[in-house]
């Protein structure tokens, strides 16, 4: 079973979620506000929002 355990505010229209190798943080790209938001993944709060070029987008595993 699959169920929603929580919802975060990011930014607006978030498009490209994953998670850092260390499973510490949680990266999320929000297109239409040109930010990278930074979810700490245990807490799930968001530690930082990092400003970007215009309309970051994420596909797949966009850290190695």
Same mark, same amino acid.
């Given at each position: 079973?699959?169920?929603?355990?929580?919802?975060?505010?990011?930014?607006?229209? #978030?498009? !490209?979620?994953?998670?850092? #190798?260390?499973?510490?943080?949680?990266?999320?790209?929000?297109?239409?506000?040109?930010?990278?938001?930074?979810?700490?993944a245990?807490? !799930?709060?968001?530690?930082?929002?990092?400003?970007?070029?215009?309309? #970051?987008?994420?596909? !797949?595993?966009?850290?190695?």
């Amino acid at each position: 079973n699959k169920a929603v355990i929580d919802v975060l505010d990011v930014g607006e229209y #978030p498009e !490209g979620v994953n998670t850092h #190798p260390d499973d510490k943080r949680v990266y999320v790209a929000n297109w239409f506000s040109n930010t990278v938001s930074i979810i700490d993944a245990d807490t !799930g709060d968001i530690v930082a929002t990092i400003d970007t070029g215009d309309g #970051p987008r994420a596909y !797949g595993n966009f850290f190695r």
